[in-house]
C-alpha cells in the first residue's frame, strides 16, 4: 500500500514529502516507528493480496474448488494446446514409461516369487535361470526409472516454455504490465512469472506421475493379487484406506492458502530488498537514521515471513505425523493382516505349506507393498493438489489481470467511460478535444481542456505541483482511462515521450541511443518474424550501414555535449550500469540525444531537463527544435518560454479544475523570440 502510495504522488509531491520528512525528522522515534508500524501493516495486506480499497483486485479463495479445477483447466489448456502438440507427445511418452515400469515391477515380483521358491526346493538350475532372468531384467528397469525422471522434467520444461512465453505475449501486450500492477494492484508480477510459473509447472509434472502410476499400479497389482488371495480381502484394505482419506482430509491444514501465503512474503521481502537496491545512494545519504528504518523495514518481513513458515512448518510435521502412521506404518500392518487371516484361522489352509505357498507369500508381500505404497500415494495427493492451488492462484491471478489487457480495459464496469475512450490516432496534429482528466482514484484533475499542437507551434503546460499535467500524457499514452473527450495523435512513432527520470536499456552505449529499437545482441538472435514485427526499420533496405549509423550516433551525442562519453573506453560499444554510473544530468542529456536520433515530429518533454544546468536546458531545446521536432513540454522554468507559441496553465487547488491559454509571439528559427506574453 506504501508503495501504491508513493507511486501516485507526482514527481514534486514526492520530493515535498521528503522534505516532510527531514523537517519532521525531530517528531521522536516514536511517530516514526508507529509510521513504519502502519506501513509494514500496510504492505502485508498487500502481500496477502489485500490491495487497495478503492481498487479491489477480484481475488478468488485459494481452495481446491470448482474455481481452482477452471483455473487448472484454462492454465493447462495453455500448457497443451492440441492432442498432437509436441507437450502432448510427451505426456503420452511418460504415460507409456509409466506403464512399461507397472509391468516391469510386476514381472520382477513374480521372479522374486520364483526364486524364493527354487531356492527353498534346493533346485539349483532353475534359480541360477532366474537369477538371469532377473539381471536382464533390471537393465530395462533402470532405464525406465531414469526416463521417467527424465521425461517429468523434460514436461515442466516444456510447461514453463509454453506458459511463460503466453505470459510475456499478455504482459508486454498494451501496457498490461503497467495496468495490472499499477492500476489494479497486482504484486509481485516478476516473481509470479520467475519463481511461480517455475513452481506451478514442477507440481503439475509431479502430479501426473504421482497420480497415473499409483493408479496403474493399483488395477495392475490387484489383479495380480486377486490370482493369489482373491478380490475379497483386498477389499479390506481399500476399506482401511478410505477411511484414512477421510480421517487425513478432516484434519488436513489449508495448504494451498498457505503456500499461497507463503510464496507472497517472500515476494514482498524479496521486493524490499530489491528497494534498498534501487535507492541504495539516497538511503546511504541519510544514514545512519534512514538506515536504521531500512533495517527495521527489512526485518519486519523477515519475521513475518519467519513467523509464517514456522506455523506452516509446525503444521506439515502434525500432518506427517499423521501419514506416516495412517498411511505408512498402519496400511503395512493391515496388508500383512489380510494376507496372514486365513492362515492365522484356518490352519488346514490348502495354500498353506508347499512350495508355491512360499513364492505366493513372497510375490504377495511384494505387490501388497506395491499396492499399499499406490493407494499410500493416491491418498496423499490431496496434498499435492492444494499445494497446486496455491501456485495455481498465483500465476492465475497474473494470467487474468494480463489478459483484462489495457487500461481501456479498466472501465468495463462502467460503459460511460467505454464510450468516452475514442483516440483518433492518425491526425497530422495533436489535439485534446474537452478532454476532462481524472486520477485512478476518482479525483478530476481538470475539465473541459481543448487545445492542439501544430507542426512547429511548440506548446508548453504548466502549473502547481499534481494538476495533472504529467497526467495528461499518461492519459494520452493510454495508460490512464480517458473519461470525456477526444484525443487526436500523430501516427505511432511521430510521438516520444521523455520523462525526468529516463529509462535506461542494459547494454551497450549505442543501444541506449537505438532504444524503442531492442539492444542489438537481442535483435542478432530474435527470429526474423519478431524482427520484422518488433524493428522494421532494422531490416528495411533504407536503414543505414553500421558506419553511417554510428556516425549519425556520435553526432547526436556532440549535440548534447556527450562526446566525451563516447570517446571513453570501447566508444558506442561500451557497456555500463547506465542508471547507477551516470549522473543525472548525464542521463537526461543521453535521452536527448535518443530523441535527436530519432528525431520524430512531436516530442512530450515531462521535466526532462530537471538536472540539466540552465545553459545547457537552452541547448537542449535549441537543437530538439532545430530537429525539426514540435515539443510539448511541462515545465516551471519562464526561461523556456521562449521555445513555445503557447503556454497551457493548469490553475490545480483544490477546487481548480480549471485551464488557460496563453498565446505567446512566434519563435524565430532560433526559437529564442518568444519571451512570454
Ligand atoms: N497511480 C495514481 N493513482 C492515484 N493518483 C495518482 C496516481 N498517479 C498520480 N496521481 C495523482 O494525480 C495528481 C496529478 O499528478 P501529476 O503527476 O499529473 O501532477 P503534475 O501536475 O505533473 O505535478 P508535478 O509538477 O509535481 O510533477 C496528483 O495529485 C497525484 O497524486
Excluded at 489494479?184 to 516478476?190: E, F, I, K, V, Y
Excluded at 482401511?240 to 484434519?251: E, W
Excluded at 498411511?327 to 508347499?354: C, E, M, Q, W
Excluded at 532494422?538 to 551525442?557: I, V
Aim: glycine share 8%.
Amino acid at each position: 500500500m506504501a508503495d501504491l502510495f508513493l507511486d501516485g504522488l507526482s514527481q514534486s509531491q514526492k520530493r515535498s514529502l521528503a522534505i516532510i520528512v527531514v523537517v519532521g525528522g525531530g517528531a521522536g522515534a516514536n511517530q516514526i516507528k508507529k509510521a513504519l508500524r502502519s506501513a509494514a501493516r500496510e504492505q502485508q495486506e498487500l502481500a496477502m493480496g489485500t490491495e487497495r480499497k478503492d481498487k479491489p483486485l477480484k481475488h478468488k479463495a485459494v481452495a481446491v474448488d470448482a474455481i481452482f479445477a477452471s483455473r487448472l483447466r484454462k492454465i493447462l489448456s495453455i500448457c497443451v494446446p492440441g492432442p498432437l502438440s509436441a507437450e502432448a507427445g510427451l505426456i503420452y511418452a511418460q504415460g507409456g514409461l509409466l506403464i512399461a515400469r507397472t509391468m516391469l515391477s510386476d514381472y520382477i515380483s513374480r521372479l522374486e516369487g520364483q526364486t524364493g521358491r527354487y531356492i527353498i526346493s534346493s533346485d539349483g538350475s532353475k534359480v541360477r535361470r532366474t537369477m538371469a532372468l532377473f539381471v536382464a531384467a533390471s537393465i530395462p528397469a533402470a532405464v525406465v526409472n531414469s526416463g521417467l525422471k527424465y521425461m517429468q522434467k523434460r514436461i515442466k520444461l516444456a510447461f514453463q516454455r509454453r506458459l511463460t512465453l503466453q505470459l510475456h505475449e499478455l504482459y508486454c501486450n498494451n501496457r498490461a504490465y503497467f495496468a495490472a500492477s499499477t492500476l489494479r494492484g497486482l504484486t509481485g508480477a516478476d516473481q509470479r512469472i520467475t519463481e511461480d510459473v517455475e513452481k506451478f509447472t514442477y507440481a503439475i509434472s509431479e502430479l501426473y506421475s504421482y497420480t497415473f502410476k499409483p493408479l496403474l499400479d493399483v488395477v495392475l497389482f490387484t489383479h495380480s493379487l486377486s490370482g493369489i488371495m482373491g478380490y475379497k480381502s483386498q477389499l479390506a484394505l481399500y476399506g482401511y484406506y478410505f477411511c484414512c482419506a477421510s480421517v487425513l482430509r478432516k484434519t488436513s491444514p489449508p495448504l494451498a492458502l498457505m503456500t499461497a501465503q507463503e510464496t507472497a512474503l517472500t515476494g514482498a521481502f524479496r521486493q524490499a530488498h530489491q528497494r534498498l537496491v534501487q535507492n541504495a545512494e539516497e538511503v546511504a545519504f541519510n544514514d545512519p537514521p534512514a538506515g536504521m528504518a531500512e533495517q527495521m523495514i527489512l526485518n519486519q518481513h523477515l519475521y513475518r515471513m519467519l513467523r509464517h513458515s514456522r506455523l506452516s512448518a509446525f503444521q506439515h510435521f502434525v500432518q506427517q505425523v499423521l501419514d506416516g502412521f495412517f498411511v505408512k506404518y498402519g496400511a503395512t500392518a493391515v496388508a500383512l493382516l489380510v494376507y496372514a487371516l486365513p492362515f492365522i484361522f484356518d490352519s488346514n489352509n490348502p495354500r498353506a505349506g508347499s512350495g508355491h505357498a512360499t513364492q505366493n507369500y513372497i510375490r504377495a508381500m511384494r505387490l501388497l507393498g506395491n499396492t499399499s505404497k499406490g493407494i499410500g500415494d493416491l491418498v496423499l495427493i490431496y496434498k499435492r493438489i492444494t499445494g497446486l492451488a496455491g501456485h495455481t492462484s498465483r500465476v492465475s491471478e497474473l494470467l487474468e489481470q494480463a489478459s483484462a489487457g489495457d487500461v481501456k480495459n479498466l472501465s468495463s464496469d462502467n460503459p460511460e467511460r467505454v464510450h468516452t475512450q475514442l483516440y483518433l490516432r492518425n491526425g497530422p496534429t495533436i489535439r485534446f478535444d474537452r478532454v476532462t482528466l481524472t486520477s485512478p482514484d476518482g479525483t478530476t484533475l481538470v475539465r473541459g481542456l481543448t487545445f492542439d499542437v501544430t507542426p512547429g507551434r511548440s506548446v508548453m503546460i504548466m502549473g502547481p505541483n499534481g494538476s495533472g499535467k504529467s497526467s495528461l500524457f499518461r492519459v494520452a499514452a493510454g495508460l490512464w482511462p480517458l473519461q470525456a473527450g477526444e484525443i487526436t495523435l500523430p501516427p505511432k512513432g511521430q510521438l516520444f515521450y521523455l520523462s525526468q527520470r529516463p529509462y535506461l536499456v542494459s547494454g551497450t552505449l549505442r543501444d541506449q541511443l537505438l532504444y524503442p529499437e531492442p539492444p542489438r545482441d537481442v535483435l542478432a538472435v530474435a527470429s526474423p518474424a519478431s524482427r520484422a514485427r518488433v524493428a522494421p526499420w532494422a531490416t528495411s533496405a533504407a536503414y543505414p550501414s553500421r558506419e553511417a549509423l554510428d556516425e549519425r550516433l556520435a553526432q547526436c551525442l556532440e549535440a548534447v555535449e556527450l562526446d566525451g562519453l563516447a570517446a571513453r573506453g570501447r566508444g558506442l560499444d561500451q557497456v555500463q550500469a547506465w542508471t547507477e554510473t551516470l549522473s543525472g544530468g548525464e542521463k537526461q542529456r543521453l535521452a536527448m540525444a535518443r530523441l535527436l536520433f530519432h528525431a520524430p515530429a512531436y516530442a512530450v518533454l515531462d521535466e526532462c531537463t530537471s538536472a540539466v544546468s540552465a545553459d545547457g536546458e537552452l541547448a537542449l531545446y535549441r537543437a530538439a527544435i532545430r530537429a525539426g521536432i514540435t515539443v510539448l513540454s511541462i515545465g516551471h522554468r519562464p526561461a523556456l518560454k521562449g521555445f513555445h507559441s503557447r503556454i497551457v496553465h493548469f490553475e490545480g487547488g483544490d477546487g481548480g479544475k480549471g485551464w488557460t491559454v496563453e498565446e505567446l509571439r512566434d519563435r524565430d528559427s532560433d526559437g529564442l523570440a518568444g519571451t512570454g506574453a
